[in-house]
Every structure is written in structure tokens, then in C-alpha cells.
């Protein structure tokens, strides 16, 4: 089973959709949630930070984590061309530096 | 807003010959990390450096890759016989204790 799984897509939603991504991983240890976003020959942006379980919301931006499941999920509101990226999910353990990363999800909005 | 800057943007460099990848940090961090993405492939950790030492590092991080700081502001990855299959985009990234980490645009390796 890997560490760390996420759809690639691509996902494809026309502007003003809600949108879904999602990660699931199968460490346990980890506590430290994050989103990246990758625009094309960029580095990862960071997007949302969630320590343990719970929702977090950043504008049109919510990310919830559920331990339970090892699921983790990223919510983007009223979608924008603009975030046309992709969409890396990370996960780092407590007592390590390292992230360890989802494949990413490539992610469409159509005007 | 502070960032992650990284020179050069791409490098082509033959099979064998050592490069020296340069990064300057959010000024104020203390923790400064080297990752790898090959084409195609997940963001993948190689080492992690804190307080003039190397903290982690993964099994990537063999012997001919080193880090160093320099100065108080640069932070370098050196490979030192470089390997066709070290071609990939190299991401620097650095943080405060305990806070996410934050990434530069990479440098994209080419090992001709």
C-alpha cells in the first residue's frame, strides 16, 4: 500500500463548481496536513495547513482532515480558472522535517 | 510576502560532471530542505538541514549528494558525479520551527 495516494485526474469542472480533492494514507503517525498548489514549471505554493484532525477554512479554500479514516480533503469554492494547477497533497510525521507527497491532482476550470 | 529563491532556473550539465544547485531561504527560517520531482513523478524528500547539520535525509541522499550553507544566506545541494537519472526538477524549500515549509520555483537539472 503506498504512503500517500491521490487521484492525478485530470478533473474538469466548469467556473463557479465546488470542488472535491482528495487523499487517503496509510501512516497513522501522521499530524501535519498540508495542500500545495503547482502551477506548470512553479514550485509548490502552500495552500492550507491543518495540524490533527478538524476543518479549516481560508476564503473559498476549506481543508478537512479525518484521522478515523486517513482521509484528507481539500474544498475549493466557486472555482476560477485561475486555479486551473495542480494540487498536491502532504503529510509529515512529528519528529521528522520530511513531507511526504501525493502524486498531485491535476485540476481544469473551464470559463 | 518572502521567498524561496532559486538559481539557476534550468542547468544542462554532462553525464559525470559535478553541479552545485544554489538556494537563498525565507531569511528569517532556520530549516532548509532539498526535494526532487523527476518528470511525471511525486515531489520526493531528500534532506533536511538545521543549525549547520544535516537533520534527515532519505535513501536518495547517497554519497554524492552534499548540502552546505555557505554563508548566512545561501544554501547549496552539490551532486557530485552527476547521473543521467539525476535529471528532474530540484525544489528548495525553508521554515520556521514547527511551521510549514515553504517552497521555491526549482531548478530544472539536465544530465545530457
Known amino acids: 500500500q503506498k504512503e500517500v495516494e491521490q487521484d492525478p485526474g485530470p478533473l474538469s469542472v466548469p467556473e463557479g463548481a465546488i470542488v472535491s480533492l482528495n487523499c487517503t494514507y496509510s501512516n497513522s503517525a501522521f499530524q501535519y496536513f498540508m495542500w500545495y498548489r503547482q502551477y506548470s514549471r512553479k514550485g509548490p505554493e502552500l495552500l492550507m495547513y491543518?495540524?490533527?484532525?478538524g476543518n479549516k477554512e481560508d476564503g473559498r479554500f476549506t481543508a478537512q482532515v479525518d484521522k478515523s479514516s486517513k482521509y484528507i480533503s481539500l474544498f475549493i469554492r466557486d472555482s476560477q480558472p485561475s486555479d486551473s494547477a495542480t494540487y498536491l497533497c502532504?503529510?509529515?510525521?512529528?519528529?521528522?522535517?520530511?513531507?511526504?507527497f501525493g502524486t498531485g491532482t491535476r485540476l481544469l476550470v473551464s470559463p | 510576502e518572502p521567498e524561496v529563491t532559486q538559481t539557476p532556473s534550468h542547468q544542462v550539465t554532462q553525464m559525470g560532471q559535478e553541479v552545485i544547485l544554489r538556494c537563498v531561504p525565507i531569511?528569517?527560517?532556520?530549516?532548509f530542505y532539498w526535494y526532487r520531482q523527476i518528470l511525471g513523478q511525486k515531489v520526493e524528500f531528500l534532506v533536511s538541514?538545521?543549525?549547520?547539520?544535516?537533520?534527515?535525509k532519505s535513501e536518495i541522499f547517497d554519497d554524492q549528494f552534499s548540502v552546505e550553507r555557505p554563508d548566512g544566506s545561501n544554501f547549496t545541494l552539490k551532486i557530485r558525479s552527476t547521473k543521467l537519472e539525476d535529471s528532474a526538477m530540484y525544489f528548495c524549500?525553508?521554515?520556521?520551527?514547527?511551521?510549514?515549509?515553504?517552497f521555491g520555483d526549482g531548478t530544472r537539472l539536465s544530465i545530457l
Open positions: 502532504a503529510l509529515r510525521d512529528t519528529g521528522f522535517q520530511k513531507l511526504v
Open positions: 531569511s528569517n527560517h532556520l530549516y
Open positions: 491543518t495540524y490533527s484532525s
Open positions: 524549500a525553508s521554515s520556521a520551527d514547527d511551521q510549514p515549509q515553504h
Open positions: 538541514f538545521y543549525n549547520n547539520e544535516i537533520s534527515e
